[in-house]
């Protein structure tokens, strides 16, 4: 562990931070009338509906600046913009105590082992160590990725990381896996309903988050907001976004992400270069796969009503509930690589591709010097949101590509597209719903779901082959029978209806929504049925393999250059740069 | 800095395009940099020819104007000489190999440039060359790209349009190359005025929907990059697309409407692979199929009812 992160500084540099943000956007901000109307229109509609009293008064504050804006002197607004930026950046910024962090990076197990026996929570604070079962839990989540080469890329620059979202476990599992692989902790925007999460609001508190009210919808929030992971980033402190914007509702891989925090290392990386100290960003994508979802059955549910599409926020789903969480941690616990956090090859903002000491390589390999994206014709760099928009929108879609590839393919995952076809082929032509009402209608003979299974694995293993994706163990290794054992005893016991059914003439298909949220994980592949394809992206597209490794270049050779950190080259290449990992290989 | 000012304009290729591309940003008063293997003894001012790919790189405005078998080794041998700062845009009419990338694909690809666009539209070579008004569009993301080509292009006599969507200018200009070989076809057939019209609008409606399916704005395809560009078709004797169309109509053979073309006519391997994308999209291909009728040597009712049933 790193303890010169300067994120084990921040409360020294908090102050300082707060009045850089307030500056920038006071700057930034060309016409204060128009932004605080903007504000108080927005605030005014969020709020109108609320009876409670802490919201009736805000509204009131809201209405009463929204008649007195007209009447301001200039100078009185840009005063009351001051003040307003000036709140929320303080409400923005998270408290970060370093001894509280060196406790909680280390309290998954202990609090793994405490929601199992609630009772001992006591023994916990006092003594967390007491109840660590690292080895356990060494076993049950695996880390896996180029970890050698990011080890060596956060000493010489800053890391975003811009993991999947799938649950609001992710942050937690998320920070232990930094933790796993020896990188520093790393701040990150978490909405702020999760600090009122009774379970979760215990680490959001001081694993280094800081608080996104994701209910504000108005400009001068976001850019204070925009502003802020900016600043962060052009200080050095590495930080985790999930640019999925919130938890994937279908089950599978991001394919549209939004960019606006990604794009504020644009003008992070320029500015470091303005003022000299050049400090350079590396993007480092990361897929997170469960064998199940904490939450799978209340966010299908949701993207499956209509009424669910305008539902950003779900504050009573399975993660505020602990005895969800317990049998969840206690399904994890039961089942090898149950969750895996897979990072991908790192990248410059640019989308080029880097080495262990952060060099970035064009598509050809040649070496190219990131700044020269930031120069106009003159060769000078120069802040451009106009352009950064763009490069953010280029990055995004090859964040997207690294999802595809890392995706790890699980037995639920397998399974669950297996018997989604079968009913597809039972209901042929039918719309999703349809084929969505086909509960516990169709039994499956063990041996044709397996042969399904396998039909499926061959078809996911030429994928693997050409770098498209990756198969966990279970898939790899197991037969078609093993691998639906493995779906039937993972699905078994955690959700709240039987999944898939054992019955003695065979498999009966039951919770069809939940098998359509696991074979979503598939779909962006091609390999299961793709009717989650956002809008403007066409389905079934095709996942594009890596680029071929580095070809020599006519530059002199880098040191070391197909060192530890061994460039992605085909599955295997990066099964052997997992097992650098603190607990990769086994 | 050096003596002299670095120049603001490179064009890498010695065809028709190239040196008219060349003489029109050199008219502008932009420096520019013409990168050709061949002799120009009609360039004595204005462009500068080089030989090197280094020297010509010294341009932070990059204009690629080679056929598109060529580009994606004209790109290679360049991107050794580049870095992020370039802007590259260029005019190449075609969609590479069977996954149809666009030019500015091979770009990413080929070079470290990520500003890039690229130029369309209904002007001619001639005009360009010889400065007589026309108007042309600019396609990239970034508007940096439309300055400098606006800066590098616009002049009393040529407008410069610009577009974000600059994969759908992409797609339109190649799919108007395609859609230019049905309107010799159908003039030559003896289309009269009301039929042309109906089945270039027809044409060109159903070429929007398939960009739009390979991720463009529909609306590209029915603007100056699209409709205008193949407007430019309907009297020019010259463009090799409408020849060949015209030959197919006499009853020539492939080979022979191509011999008297004399230009590579880069429609003839991509209709049937834009066929093939639209039938992977599910989106109407009916145009295409019909363009690939003529193609095949089928007969004016035969096209001509494939086109109305579409």
Redesign the interface.
């Known amino acids: 562990m790193d303890s010169r992160a300067p994120i084990f500084g921040f409360n020294d540099a908090r102050d300082e931070i707060v009045r850089t943000v307030v500056d920038r956007v006071l700057g930034a901000t060309r016409d204060p009338l128009l932004a605080m109307n903007e504000a108080a229109y927005q605030e005014a509609k969020r709020l109108e509906g609320s009876r409670k009293p802490q919201d009736v008064r805000e509204l009131t504050e809201w209405q009463r600046l929204a008649r007195s804006l007209g009447r301001m002197h200039d100078a009185e607004r840009r005063r009351r913009l001051r003040e307003l930026a000036e709140e929320y950046a303080w409400d923005i910024a998270g408290n970060f105590d370093p001894r509280v962090y060196q406790l909680s990076s280390r309290l998954l197990p202990p609090v793994v082992s405490a929601l199992l026996a609630p009772r001992k929570l006591v023994t916990v604070v006092r003594d967390p160590r007491k109840l660590i079962s690292l080895e356990l839990l060494a076993d049950r989540v695996l880390v896996q990725g180029p970890l050698a080469k990011l080890r060596s890329l956060v000493q010489r620059g800053t890391a975003v990381y811009v993991p999947t979202h799938l649950s609001n476990m992710d942050s937690i599992v998320f920070g232990y896996a930094l933790e796993r692989a020896g990188l520093p902790p790393a701040t990150y925007g978490a909405g702020k309903n999760l600090f009122t999460n009774p379970v979760l609001s215990f680490f959001m508190h001081n694993l280094g988050a800081y608080r996104v009210d994701r209910r504000i919808r108005h400009n001068l929030y976001k850019d204070v907001l925009k502003t802020y992971s900016g600043v962060l980033l052009e200080r050095g402190y590495h930080s985790l976004f999930f640019p999925g914007g919130t938890r994937s509702r279908s089950g599978g891989i991001e394919r549209k992400l939004k960019l606006g925090l990604v794009g504020s290392a644009f003008e992070a990386y320029t500015r470091t270069l303005l003022s000299g100290r050049e400090r350079r960003i590396f993007f480092v994508p990361a897929t997170i796969n469960y064998l199940i979802t904490l939450e799978a059955e209340t966010l299908i549910a949701d993207f499956l009503s209509e009424a669910g599409k305008g539902r950003f926020i779900i504050e009573d789903d399975e993660s505020s509930r602990i005895g969800r969480i317990a049998s969840f941690l206690r399904k994890l616990l039961a089942m090898n690589a149950a969750v895996v956090i897979r990072f991908s090859e790192p990248l410059d903002p640019?989308?080029?591709r880097v080495d262990e000491l952060g060099r970035s390589f064009?598509?050809?390999g040649?070496e190219?010097?990131?700044?020269?994206?930031v120069?106009?014709?003159d060769?000078a760099a120069v802040v451009?949101a106009?352009?950064d928009v763009?490069?953010a929108?280029?990055l995004g879609e090859e964040i997207c590509r690294a999802y595809a590839r890392d995706t790890v393919v699980m037995a639920t995952h397998v399974v669950a597209a297996a018997s989604f076809a079968r009913l597809r082929s039972h209901a042929p032509a039918a719309d999703l719903f349809t084929v969505l009402r086909q509960r516990d209608v169709l039994t499956v003979p063990r041996d044709d779901l397996a042969a399904d299974v396998m039909a499926l694995c061959e078809r996911l293993r030429a994928l693997e082959q050409k770098g498209c994706i990756v198969l966990g163990e279970d898939v790899r290794l197991g037969s078609g029978g093993d691998i639906v054992e493995r779906a039937l005893r993972a699905f078994a016991g955690y959700h709240s209806s039987p999944v898939l059914d054992s019955r003695p003439d065979g498999i009966a298909i039951c919770d069809t929504n939940l098998l359509f949220y696991y074979q979503n994980r598939l779909a962006a592949h091609g390999v299961a049925w793709d009717v989650i394809a956002p809008p403007?992206v066409?389905s079934g597209l095709q996942v594009q393999p890596p680029l071929p490794p580095r070809p020599p270049s006519?530059l002199p050779p880098p040191l070391d250059d197909r060192g530890a950190a061994s460039s992605r080259g085909g599955a295997a290449g990066a099964r052997a740069g997992s097992m650098n990992g603190a607990g990769g290989g086994r | 800095m050096s003596a002299r000012p670095a120049p603001s304009v490179g064009v890498i290729g010695g065809g028709f395009w190239g040196v008219a591309l060349a003489l029109a940003a050199s008219r502008t008063g932009a420096e520019v940099l013409l990168f050709s293997r061949r002799e120009h003894p009609q360039i004595n001012d204005g462009p500068r020819i080089v030989r090197d790919h280094a020297e010509v790189a010294r341009a932070r405005l990059l204009v690629i104007a080679v056929p598109s078998n060529a580009a994606r080794t004209a790109l290679r041998a360049l991107g050794d000489h580049m870095d992020g700062s370039h802007l590259v845009i260029h005019g190449v009419r075609g969609l590479e190999g069977e996954a149809l990338k666009t030019v500015s694909d091979l770009v990413r690809e080929e070079t470290p440039a990520r500003r890039v666009g690229a130029l369309g539209g209904p002007i001619q070579e001639d005009e360009l060359r010889e400065g007589r008004p026309s108007a042309m569009v600019c396609g990239s993301r970034f508007p940096e790209v439309h300055a400098a080509v606006t800066a590098a292009f616009q002049s009393d006599g040529l407008r410069v349009y610009t577009t974000p969507d600059l994969q759908g200018l992409e797609w339109a200009s190649a799919l108007v190359g395609c859609l230019a070989v049905g309107v010799g076809f159908a003039e030559q057939a003896g289309a009269g005025p009301g039929l042309l019209a109906a089945l270039i609008s027809r044409a060109v409606d159903g070429a929007a929907r398939i960009a739009a399916a390979a991720g463009a704005e529909e609306r590209t395809m029915l603007g100056l990059g699209g409709y205008g560009d193949l407007l430019a078709s309907i009297r020019l004797e010259s463009r090799p697309e409408v020849i060949l169309g015209k030959a197919l109509a006499r009853g020539r053979t492939l080979d022979e409407a191509v011999a008297e073309a004399r230009l590579r006519v880069e429609a003839i391997p991509l209709i049937p692979r834009v066929v093939a994308f639209a039938r992977a999209r599910k989106v109407d291909g009916g145009v295409f199929e019909a363009l690939e009728t003529i193609l095949q040597g089928g007969a004016p009712r035969t096209v001509l009812d494939r086109m109305f049933a579409a």
């Open positions: 640019f989308g080029n064009d598509a050809r040649r190219v010097d990131p700044a020269s994206y120069k106009n014709q060769g451009d106009a352009r763009q490069y929108r280029e403007g066409p006519s």
